[in-house]
């Protein structure tokens, strides 16, 4: 027990530049104790005590401002940075060295009593606000970006953004080390829509031999110029 403790308290050191030491950690960090609440009501509901599991959850949820269903499970060093607004339900399954900030939903989208869901392999980073839902499988040493919403599987090594979710495969393998860039995210949209523009260039070029300006904009490093046009 105490060397679980011990390594809870490293992984929020390890992964909150604004933790100082592991008292402060220890009193101040409600993720933590949401999940250290969590270790207990998760064996009280495997031992057929589903109602105090579920009343001290609920307790948790009140003081913390977490819900983690007592049925859920979590591995090794999971760390909430915040937490305030996290949902995680009945057969989520967690794998070690993962991370959520505050405003994710790892939710359900079935009424039957059965796997509903999501599964988030090791090393996975999931940014605020995220939602996650359904029976579906994240592959470890991912990164879903912030208020993305996920409702299909990934691979390993992804990138998920948007509404709904893209995957953008990683060109290289990730380490051990957590990515929290979840804020860095690629604009698969404007990436295409930019393509887009210039294929129609190319054509105007091919039938008329010159070309005239597009009636489709682009941005220009992200930052959008013109007169008044609807998005």
């Known amino acids: 027990m105490f060397k679980i403790i011990r390594e809870d308290i490293q992984s929020v050191l390890d992964r909150d530049p604004a933790a100082r030491n592991a008292f402060e950690v220890m009193l101040c960090y409600p993720g933590l104790h949401a999940v250290w609440t969590h270790r207990v009501t998760h064996k009280l509901w495997k031992s057929n005590f589903k109602l105090l599991a579920r009343w001290l959850s609920q307790t948790a949820r009140s003081l913390t401002g977490i819900e983690i269903h007592p049925g859920a499970t979590i591995g090794h060093n999971f760390f909430i940075d915040h937490g305030m607004g996290v949902v995680i339900g009945e057969t989520a399954e967690i794998g070690d060295n993962v991370t959520l900030y505050h405003g994710v939903t790892l939710g359900g989208t079935s009424l039957q009593k059965a ?21 579906i499988t994240i592959g470890a040493h991912s990164r879903i970006g912030a208020n993305a919403v996920v409702v299909k599987p990934s691979p390993p090594n992804s990138v998920i953004i948007g509404v709904p979710g893209q995957v953008v495969l990683r060109s290289h393998d990730q380490d051990n080390k957590p990515d929290l860039e979840h804020g860095l995210l690629p604009d698969t949209i404007g990436e295409t829509l930019s393509a887009l523009v210039a294929h129609v260039e ?8 010159h070309t005239v300006s597009p009636a489709l904009h682009v941005s220009d490093h992200g930052v959008w110029h013109g007169g008044d046009f609807a998005i």
Request: a positive charge.
């Open 202 to 209: 190319k054509l105007e070029k091919r039938l008329d031999g």
């Open 115 to 135: 796997k509903r869901h999501p599964t988030i392999e090791d090393h996975v980073v999931i940014g605020a606000g995220a939602k996650v839902l359904g029976a």
